[in-house]
């Protein structure tokens, strides 16, 4: 067991990450009608007792499960779950476990694994590479003294394909493939191939009253002495996913609906259920997964005898593609799904859906009081802001339909104004009185899709990213008054002319994330970072953020990666080092949104397959006496700045003072991690007094700072 796996079986979290998913596509169903256990494409949930069921517990990456995407699910005779997965190879969860162990990452080669069936301590895996024996030896959960077989068509030409879809243990073992289906003895000797024995893929295979059936996309073949026969024919070539009998009754789920039939008689058949229909498990109570929007699902379905169909939805986000994700300070979460309606994630961890009043929110902020202010991209959308206080809703349209509505561009100022740049290329600043300013910026096409954004500096200048640069917006003050204003794009040094975020540091600077690196604007130029001369994890940089202690957050499609202005160090996470969902198809603009919220030490990454959170938090209990002042001296040019660590936790302020008391700067307090940092650009060498303010009273730490 490797020791990042055995520290977080002892911490109960994975680094203190933790992944929300939507787990309503079901591939695949073990377990029984007491206990059910779903392998969906967010991750594998228990479910207890039914009807209905309830979710007993969901298991996903940040559980150690390889990759949220499982495709298939099966229990050994200790009540184990062993999961195949899209990406992440095989994996294990102990009954009654909290988390899951990858099974032998190291020699288990397979990353996909699409198919499982047990025969006492042998398991049988079907991958994308060729039929998998795995032999436990007898004890199931030490991985240590497996053997692991693989055969494949270079050593076994009767296998037909590397490509397995199914695996079945009957009389002998049955291999389905996408070329057809292969038998073999149990001591895997007389290997027989049957090539298309009715179409070409063989998705499912069961055993009916001694005959053999497979499932494939024209129908359903049985096998005679003369070879596979229809059984049941498609009009069209129709996907299948699984093939299930129980007493005399046969159930094929496929894209179209679930087929049952009671005899090898294509007119016995009927279409029972029309749903995407991919997994079928029978009791006293059928149960069917289903499959429906790939990044949604339908659910479950189940039947009870005598009784109609009842669905059961898993209580999860509405939909794993974030476009967008805040945190308020009470610890809510909200999620934008690309037009779906709103999760919210409560600190309890619960959820609730919120529909918005307008169509299609794509981005979210929250304001000073707490309410949410989403941003649309339609022609009937625009701005919509959600007051958790009175559950209440309110609108901001230029007009019932218009360009104006369509939001590309989304931020919030520290004075509750709304700023926004929509399809009519304007840029429009709504105050908290309802006041409004229009911006025409001279060069500002509408960018082909949204969720590109706005920041703000100490002199309340607005900046934006587009896709010809960062846009300079200077309005003096005067928010209603243009006859002052100034703007400016600038392009010139940007490693790549599309800006698609912008954050302000405490200096002022103004960070930029591009396709081609990340960078920071001085005031007078560029410094970009890139792998070449940085320790970014990619240069394709999808979002940025800077907390309270200056840290930059680089959001990149290889990961996260933390930039530490003050020490010069770089701290990365991928999903092979924390607990960050993985990108395991290759998708281009997977990791799609970035918050950090350093008052409580949260950081959310959205992404197309659901939401990584972290909590980069400090323990309570700091006090005056564990203050720590770093580095003292500060030499310039050599130290970057000053780290007041460790502060009490009741401090409401950090000042910097000069000896005979006149204020130098105000720091802000990084509340979650107890820290507050000085950037002493420009300041004269001496002792400098760090003052910081609690209710008991202050507490008075100094530090040199020696300029060069």
Known sequence: MNALLFVAMLTGSLGGWHSYTNTNFVNGIAGDDSTLYLATN????????????????????????????CLCIAQDSAGNSWVGTNGGGLAVIEKGALRAQPYRPNDFSPRVVRALAWDGHLLLAGTDQGLYLLDTRGTLLDFDDDRIQSYTVAAVRELLSDRVLSVAVLDRYWI????GVTSVERGFTGWVGYRQPLGDSVRAIAEWRDSLLAATEDGIAVLGDSGFRPVLRFATPTEVYDLAVAGSSIYLATKVGLFQGDSIDSTRFQVVLREDCRAVQVGRVLWVGC???????????????????????NS????????????RMSGDIYLCHFGWPISWIKPDGSIQILYDVLPVPVQARVDSRGRIWLAHFSGGGGLSVYDPADQSWQTVQWGASSSWNIIDAL???????????????????????????????????????GLYEFAFDSRGRAWLGLTVGLVMLDYNGTLLDQSDDRDTVISAGLPSPEVRSVAVDAEDDVWVATPGGAAYWNGAEFRAFTMGNSKILSNNVYRVRVDGSDRVWLLCDAGLSIYDQISNTWTNYTPQNSGLIANTDATVGFYTSLDVNDAIGTALVGTLQGLSSLDFSAPTGSSAENLHVYPNPCVMGVHNGVVVDSLPDDASGVDVRTLDGRLVAELRIEAARHRAVWRPTGRASGIYLLVVNTPRGVHIERVALVSR
């Not at 594998?44 to 150690?64: H, I, K, M, Q």
């Not at 389905?176 to 070329?179: A, E, F, H, I, V």
């Not at 429906?292 to 669905?311: C, D, F, I, M, V």
């Not at 700023?419 to 025409?440: H, K, L, P, Y």
């Open 291 to 313: 499959g429906g929007t790939a990044q949604s699902g339908s659910g479950l379905r189940y039947l009870a005898s005598g009784q109609s169909w009842e669905g059961y939805w």
């Open 316 to 327: 999860c986000i509405i939909s794993n593609q974030v476009s967008d994700c805040v945190t």
């Open 176 to 179: 389905g493939t996408n070329l």
């Open 411 to 449: 931020g919030l100022d520290r004075n509750d104004t709304k700023w926004v740049f929509n399809g009519g290329a304007v840029i429009i600043a709504v105050d908290s009185a309802g006041g409004q300013a229009v911006f025409e910026v001279a060069g500002l096409p509408p960018p082909p899709g």
């Open 42 to 69: 967010g991750g594998v949930v228990e479910l207890g007792a039914g009807p209905p069921p309830f979710t007993v517990r969901t298991y996903v990456n940040s559980d150690s499960l390889p990759v949220n995407q």
